[in-house]
């Protein structure tokens, strides 16, 4: 029943059932954790075979030895199977090292301290530079602005994507926003797919705004769906081509999820200037990625259906995860009008919306009986959530028994910290 | 016989002698590279069996699963084997992914823009800012200082080290003057060890110049003697701690030569308060290192004494290499006054001085008949070298009987270069 529609005296009576189902949890010394968007060990278990598959074999197809020096940008056959998860030319494509964030730190720095086209273009000789972020959106992404001293402006996010509108009155008003961020398919933490209308806008920024303006593209879940029916992502590159704007497109992946969290590959695609001059700073931070990694994840994989049928057993692991999750919001909070959910169809996250100031106070009951959550505000710039109202749900890690008992909590926490404020509200 | 006390004619029947062999060699259609420090072949075979070792056993000490997302600055493990290359306890010890030029780089970028202990304390708060490069030394640490925009001082090396009168009265004048490149043991190029009375003068610069100058003590051969016996290197933060300036030394080090060359494991050492400042925007670039390939690497040594052992087989790989070259030098050049060199007890490099505004000749005259040198002026900041004198000799990647050849056409070019040099002036 909706707590709006329920007598103080329902009220009172849930209330009281509920502080004695939590007083149980309390007394149940709980130790879970539901705050990362980690693989399980299920899930890594799927990769343990790379770890020695490459028998001695180190040569690569242009008979290079990947043991050696060499090569800024990585393996060509890497190039050639993981452009297709970025959804480029291998020409477009650069192989790194082991983290993303460390490509799209590096992208930013670049671009802000040393400039796109040489030193004249960077960001910073313009003065103060503003980048925009829908929210709710990934902590990581806003740490790496905060580092850098670029300001962020939040914008809204619909079920299709960024509020367009929006964005496109901000960079039209606003030269010194230099760039945006996107987790444009499983969006995190909110698990949407950005409509194809909203790709095509997005793809036209680019004409909008200056030259050097940056679509930040972490397509971190590009082969993460929890079924092969779910909805595909646009092409933006192929967008951008059709207005000229590829330089504005900048695509970021990984196998963080795919093989090892940490010891997989990350990769990034862009317009074959961008790299050119990409490649001249990265020049000066490294010799080179670590091809031997490089070449035992394509051994691993064959070809990107290998990758793709690997994705299957990802997706029979995480599934029921989500399932769990969803099925307890579904049971405890339905119709209460108490909060509302993204259903995802991949990814790692699940949104969840409280009432409006309750955000801190739900995570902080959890936390007291030993039930830890993503803190409140990491969602958000400068970690401020305005409404304080958004949680983000990460289900991947846990035993499908913890993710219960968890949920068991996080229903009780929400109720009870909505029926509260119902009560001091009358 | 020296080229000082020869006649005209000697010379002249010296020089048609010489341009009938160099023409020889442009008739036999060479190709030879003596350019890179690479490890050959043979030296990267001594840890294939590192794919593979760890028979998916990935689980680490701590009992944490290193295949996932967690710790920023590596193993416990890998700090305890690694920390005894750096010469610092495991508590100062980070070891980070494949690049020590990465830490080096990510080193000075955070103290220049960000700051060693926050933001008022970046250096490039306080204007134009300069670094003592040793020449002749190491192009990459060159190009991290052209690449920040902070300008480079050489200073003289000695066979001890740097010309310590001369770095400490520039620190003294000048307190723009925030670091000094270091490469202490078989310098790049010059193979020569520091002697303890400069590692004590440098572990004191720290108390001479302001609070935030660092010592860049890139000790990239710590462990790589031809032999048992050659020259060891005070430890710099034994005497750092008697004059209290553990802040201004930061230790770095790498398995590049040890297991694969890019695909090793890079650490740094340095006090524990400068790691946290180091750690906390380290934290914005990446979530962490692939701490797989250091549970690898940790496994195949075993212990210090294994990786020790490990060091013996490239030195045997390593040392007739070395004598070739010395060997050619030795025959072609004693005695004639056209060139000194160094003969080095481990490191990468030999080091050539010919006759002051050769080397660009020499060089150019080797690369006519298909032998390729390190480019001139490679180990002075800004690619110039005021004397145009130095040229690296880099024996480790080709095998023997290239060498023998290269070295052939090398003291031809010297003598070709020099004997017209002499006949020109006269």
């Not at 273009?121 to 980048?131: D, L, M, P, T």
């Not at 051994?299 to 793709?308: A, E, I, Q, S």
């Not at 959890?366 to 289900?395: C, H, M, Q, S």
Request: aromatic share 8%; proline share 4%; hydrophobic share 45%.
């Amino acid at each position: 029943m909706s707590i709006d529609q329920a007598s103080a005296q329902d009220l009172q009576a849930q209330l009281a059932d509920l502080e004695k189902q939590y007083n149980a949890f309390e007394a149940a010394n709980l130790s879970l954790d539901l705050t990362r968007g980690k693989p399980n060990s299920a899930q890594l278990d799927l990769s343990n075979s790379m770890d020695g598959i490459l028998n001695s074999a180190y040569v690569t197809r242009a008979g290079e030895d990947c043991r050696n020096y060499g090569g800024l940008d990585g393996l060509a056959e890497a190039k050639e199977l993981f452009s297709k998860v970025l959804g480029v030319s291998p020409q477009e494509t650069l192989i790194g090292g082991n983290a993303s964030l460390t490509l799209m730190f590096q992208t930013l720095a670049f671009a802000h301290l040393f400039g796109v086209r040489g030193a004249d273009s960077a960001w910073i000789k313009e003065g103060v530079v503003k980048f925009l972020c829908p929210v709710p959106g990934y902590d990581r992404h806003f740490s790496v602005c905060e580092e850098l001293g670029i300001e962020m402006i939040p914008v809204a996010m619909t079920d299709q994507g960024p509020d367009m509108d929006q964005v496109e009155a901000l960079v039209k008003a606003d030269s010194a926003i230099k760039g945006i961020w996107c987790v444009p398919r499983f969006s995190n933490p909110t698990g949407i797919v950005y409509s194809d209308d909203v790709v095509d806008r997005i793809a036209q920024l680019g004409k909008i705004a200056g030259a050097h303006f940056r679509v930040m593209w972490d397509n971190a879940y590009a082969v993460h769906a929890l079924h092969r029916e779910a909805p595909e992502l646009a092409n933006i590159m192929d967008a951008a081509r059709r207005y000229g704007t590829e330089d504005s497109v900048i695509i970021f992946g990984s196998t963080s999820k795919i093989t090892f969290a940490g010891a997989g590959l990350a990769f990034m695609g862009t317009s074959e200037e961008n790299l050119k001059y990409f490649k001249k700073h990265l020049g000066m931070v490294t010799i080179g990625p670590d091809k031997v990694n490089q070449l035992r994840h394509v051994k691993f994989f064959g070809d990107f259906d290998g990758l793709m049928t690997h994705m299957d057993k990802h997706a029979e692991l995480l599934k029921p995860r989500f399932d769990a999750v969803l099925q307890h919001l579904e049971d405890g909070l339905k119709g209460s009008d108490m909060g509302g959910w993204t259903v995802p169809e991949g990814g790692y996250f699940i949104s969840f919306d409280c009432l409006p100031g309750l955000a801190k106070e739900i995570i902080a009951l959890a936390a007291a009986v030993g039930v830890k959550l993503t803190p409140a505000g990491a969602t958000f710039p400068y970690g401020l959530d305005p409404e304080d109202k958004n949680i983000r749900l990460a289900p991947s890690f846990p035993a499908l028994s913890d993710i219960n008992k968890t949920m068991e909590v996080f229903v009780v926490c929400v109720k009870l910290a909505s029926i509260r404020l119902k009560l001091q509200a009358e």
